[in-house]
């Protein structure tokens, strides 16, 4: 089933027909989300987890110069599709004019932009929409029947003939289980 995850804040929400089915935030009679796969979801980087991955066996010294270049390339890594296009520049410019014309509607109506609570010393708000999404097309994995008695994921290779429940799979934790579209 495709819905619409949504970051609005510090949680996420999920949308299916303009409706909220699931939440990271335990709505009364929705399902819950982990906020793990979520983040997943929306590329958010745990900090702690690529921490551990640096060897232990190594001295002081040689761990805080290998853990500044590990922390540096990550960077590098996870930032190198975060470029502005000129075609941003070129928006982010043109909003810069438009606000100091246009009101608040106009703004959000031509940019997609909530401009509601925009004042012209913060463009940062507006700089970042043009590069992190606030909501991501997702499918809510679903639990397949199949001839061998065995029940398997809708995201599992070997579901070639299987028949779809209709029925969300839960993680351990009782949460719904997306995946990116």
């Known amino acids: 089933?495709?819905?619409k995850l949504i970051k609005e804040n510090n949680q996420y929400n999920l949308y299916v027909?303009?409706?909220i089915i699931a939440s990271t935030y335990p709505y009364q009679n929705h399902k819950l989300l982990s906020k793990q796969n979520c983040d997943e979801i929306f590329g958010v980087v745990d900090v702690e987890k690529l921490f551990n991955e640096v060897d232990e066996t190594i001295d002081f010294n040689e761990f805080c110069f290998t853990s500044f270049k590990l922390g540096f390339n990550k960077a590098m890594?996870?930032?190198k599709d975060k470029v502005f296009t000129?075609?941003?520049i070129k928006k982010?410019?043109?909003f810069g004019w438009d606000d100091e014309g246009m009101m608040a509607k106009e703004i959000s109506?031509?940019?997609g932009f909530d401009a509601s609570e925009y004042h012209s010393e913060n463009i940062i708000p507006f700089i970042q929409s043009l590069q992190q999404p606030t909501e991501i097309e997702v499918e809510i994995v679903?639990?397949?029947d199949c001839h061998d008695d065995k029940t398997y994921l809708s995201t599992d290779e070997e579901v070639e003939m299987c028949t779809n429940t209709g029925i969300p799979a839960l993680d351990s934790k009782g949460c719904l289980i997306l995946k990116k579209i």
């Open 1 to 3: 089933m495709k819905a």
């Open 17 to 19: 027909d303009n409706e």
């Open 77 to 79: 890594e996870l930032n």
């Open 86 to 88: 000129l075609e941003d």
């Open 92 to 94: 982010a410019i043109q």
């Open 109 to 111: 109506d031509k940019y």
């Open 142 to 144: 679903t639990l397949m």
